[in-house]
């Protein structure tokens, strides 16, 4: 196993349902839990990545399109996961994105479009999956596993380069209703996590990439490997951890992958 691996039989039998998986984190996740033996049902957004990430997964996994922001996507999602795989033990939340399109931005300037838009991109998708996931595992009455994505900005903001309040807002929401449906449902053996990534490079992360100033931020911000912008990969052992028998005992939990950002100042690099 290389380093920084998932285990390669952690997830051997488990059924797994990706909400957000047919590029960037999502799509990595997908084929580390292909990988690690388990069945895949991943839903994205656009047909093209739908198409591109059913060949690159092959017949290990069920690629499916649909719109996170509809409540029947999740609900289909896990009713094929069901079909194709025998039942549902996890599911990944990972769809979500920028609302600065539509006007997301600091409080002052944040439109009523843009609020709307981005707590329902990242938010409302992730209480449709959720609630969708939660209902098969209590009609399967076995428990399982719920993993949703979140992001260093909900807790730990950077004002400078990263000032969206609506999405910052939707990322904390994410946490408290991660957090008090561990509590409500451990009972009944579901556990509940979140992974906060600081910067990854993913289609969503383009702005930032390719800005040299802001590059040079995430140098003294991110300082951990080579202090660079993450990668995809760098969530997958992660991800297969808290989706495996390994955090059976584990719930209610944040973990930050975030290359050292929330512990640490980042330097405005000086550009007059």
Not at 11 to 21: K, Q, S
Not at 185 to 195: D, K, S
Not at 236 to 265: H, I
């Amino acid at each position: 196993m290389s380093r920084g691996s998932p285990n390669a039989r952690a997830l051997a039998g488990t059924r797994l349902a990706i909400i957000g998986g047919t590029a960037g984190v999502g799509l990595s996740a997908a084929k580390a839990f292909v990988a690690a033996g388990a069945c895949v049902v991943a839903v994205g957004l656009k047909p093209e990545t739908v198409a591109s990430a059913q060949r690159e997964l092959g017949d290990a996994a069920l690629v499916l399109q649909g719109d996170a922001t509809q409540p029947e996507t999740a609900v289909a999602a896990v009713a094929r996961a069901v079909a194709a795989c025998g039942g549902l033990d996890g599911l990944y939340h990972v769809a979500g994105g920028s609302g600065r399109r539509w006007g997301d931005g600091p409080l002052h300037e944040l439109t009523d479009a843009g609020w709307d838009a981005t707590l329902n991109l990242n938010l409302t998708s992730m209480f449709y999956s959720n609630r969708a996931a939660v209902r098969q595992f209590l009609a399967q009455g076995s428990g399982g596993s719920v993993l949703n994505m979140s992001s260093v900005l909900g807790y730990s903001p950077s004002p400078k380069f990263f000032a969206t309040h609506a999405y910052a807002t939707a990322k904390a929401a994410i946490i408290g209703l991660t957090k008090t449906s561990a509590a409500h449902y451990a009972p009944h053996n579901i556990r509940f996590n979140v992974l906060a990534p600081a910067l990854v490079e993913t289609p969503m992360a383009q702005r930032a990439a390719n800005d040299p100033t802001i590059l040079a931020f995430i140098k003294t911000k991110q300082p951990l490997d080579g202090s660079r912008i993450g990668q995809p990969s760098d969530l997958d052992a992660a991800a297969v951890y808290f989706l495996s028998d390994a955090s059976k005992f584990t719930t209610g939990q944040v973990l930050a992958v975030d290359g050292g950002w929330s512990v640490s100042e980042g330097q405005i690099p000086d550009v007059s």
